[in-house]
């Protein structure tokens, strides 16, 4: 909210002689509420602007007035990123794009950001960064991947520290918190970055304990207590943890006598075999 309309609301208030307690019980909603649209953290809907507009004898237009300007619509130029547009391709809309400062589209296409060092383009069709700065750029899609027009091999982006998850999360926080002022609880993707890595090294390392389980229970938890205010008894996914562990050791410890047991009947197996021929040599020997 504007920190002029702000100040109206909290001068407003007072000049009625009102509390922000007694304000919250005409309009029926928390102090809290009446507290950050104060602040400027919040603002008001479209029912709570007329009930106090109502309340305080004034129209909704000497409430809302302010000396700010108001900023012209980008629709059509933020409309000029289309879906059917392709990376790399030279049409009119995107010379327009490049003569832009900053820019940042989302849609059905997907999110393409854009300022005075590159590009970054994150949708259906693949990851697409281009570095005007150093001159390079990576092209991540079900082609393959192209570092500066270089092709590598599929086992180049399965290794985990090349897939840009970081990059990938950071945009998602960004478009979060820009579209819908979703900052909090918007930085529970950050959580993401270090499971994803750590999966991707317990597949490679075949071990179940390089997996940062306990971050995994940390995110489940905080999901439960901000989204559900489950917070009791959501700290039961704690106990969670040492039940991991000890699961993932019994397996290992399974799978480790198995694989003994395969090798030990496999060196009986081998001097059954050697004990077989040396008897056959003796035999030939003696006639």
Not at 89 to 104: C, I, T
Not at 239 to 258: C, D, E, F
Request: proline share 3%.
């Amino acid at each position: 909210m504007n920190i002029e309309i702000a100040n109206r609301l909290v001068n407003l208030r007072k000049s009625n002689n009102l509390s922000q307690e007694a304000l919250a019980e005409k309009l029926g909603i928390s102090r809290q509420a009446v507290s950050k649209w104060e602040r400027a953290e919040a603002s008001p809907d479209t029912d709570n602007l007329i009930l106090l507009a109502r309340l305080y004898g004034v129209s909704l237009d000497e409430l809302l007035k302010t000396d700010d300007e108001i900023p012209r619509p980008e629709a059509e130029e933020a409309s000029s990123y289309t879906e059917s547009e392709t990376w790399g391709e030279g049409s009119a809309s995107e010379q327009d794009e490049d003569n832009q400062e900053e820019y940042v589209h989302v849609g059905p296409g997907g999110v393409h950001v854009k300022d005075k060092n590159g590009e970054v383009h994150v949708g259906w069709d693949g990851i697409h960064v281009d570095d005007k700065k150093k001159g390079d750029n990576v092209h991540i899609d079900k082609k393959g991947v192209y570092v500066n027009g270089e092709k590598y091999d599929k086992e180049w982006i399965s290794h985990h520290a090349h897939f840009p998850m970081f990059l990938v999360i950071m945009i998602a926080y960004i478009v979060i918190g820009c579209m819908w002022n979703a900052w909090h609880p918007g930085w529970l993707l950050f959580l993401l970055v270090p499971i994803w890595y750590s999966l991707v090294d317990a597949i490679e390392k075949k071990n179940a304990h390089h997996f940062a389980y306990p971050v995994l229970a940390t995110l489940i938890f905080l999901c439960l207590g901000i989204f559900y205010m489950a917070w009791h008894p959501g700290w039961v996914v704690f106990l969670t943890i040492p039940l991991y562990y000890s699961l993932v050791s019994y397996i290992q410890a399974v799978r480790g006598r198995h694989k003994a047991g395969k090798e030990n009947a496999g060196m009986q197996g081998d001097g059954y075999c050697q004990s077989n021929y040396t008897e056959g040599t003796g035999d030939t020997d003696e006639e």
